[in-house]
Every structure is written in structure tokens, then in C-alpha cells.
């Protein structure tokens, strides 16, 4: 089983930056797909972005695409997400997921394991 923590999180303005980290522990983190996810207020919670095993592929939602970059760093076993040009709408709490599976990276019920959730604000 493994164990996600998510930091980074914070209050920011719109425009600004931020890259929130995901750490892994109890098993690395190679042999798992990762995700970000994000839920606001009165909200679904929504798929945000995802990484594959190695790498060499990456997911985003339209929301993000182009302004959000996942990665990861099986050897520090963790995964980014740089956020970049934030909006007040990207306003959420932040969860960091890993799927045992290969297909289907942008579904929920994809994920095995969640992290607590890092608190993300964007001031206009």
C-alpha cells in the first residue's frame, strides 16, 4: 500500500504561480500511474492531470491544458504539478491519486490511493 502527502498549496493571486508536490511512501511509486484531482466547494471532484509509470505519457483536463505540467521523479518518488497563470476558477483542494491500472487515467474510480488534499487559493 502506498501513502500520498500533498504540499505546496497556498494563497496566491490570479496569474501567479505554484507547484505542488505529491510523496510517496510505503512502495515506490514506479509500478503506479499518478493523478491530480481537485474539488471545490459544492463540487464534484474533477480530474486535473495524469502521469503513466515511466513518464511518457501525460493527461490533462481541457480546464488546464496549456497553463498545468504533471511530472514525476520515480527515484525521489514523488509527483509534481506546476501550475502556472492561475485563475480564482483553479480554486480547490488538491489530491495527489496512484492507479494500479493503465487505462482510463482521468476516471476517479481509476485510483486506489489519495492523498489528504492540499488547499490551492487564487485571489482576483
Known amino acids: 500500500q502506498v501513502q500520498l502527502v500533498e504540499t505546496g498549496g497556498g494563497l496566491v493571486q490570479a496569474g501567479d504561480s505554484l507547484r505542488l508536490s505529491c510523496a510517496a511512501s510505503g512502495r515506490t511509486i514506479s509500478t503506479y500511474s499518478m493523478g491530480w484531482f481537485r474539488q471545490a466547494p459544492g463540487r464534484e471532484r474533477e480530474f486535473v492531470a495524469a502521469?503513466?509509470?515511466?513518464?511518457?505519457?501525460?493527461y490533462y483536463a481541457d480546464s488546464v491544458k496549456g497553463r498545468f505540467t504533471i511530472s514525476r521523479d520515480n527515484a525521489k518518488n514523488t509527483v509534481y504539478l506546476q501550475m502556472n497563470s492561475l485563475k480564482p476558477e483553479d480554486t480547490a483542494v488538491y489530491y495527489c491519486a496512484a492507479s494500479q491500472r493503465t487505462v482510463a487515467p482521468m476516471l476517479r474510480e481509476s485510483y486506489a490511493y489519495w492523498g489528504q488534499g492540499t488547499q490551492v487559493t487564487v485571489s482576483s
Open positions: 502521469i503513466n509509470r515511466l513518464g511518457g505519457s501525460t
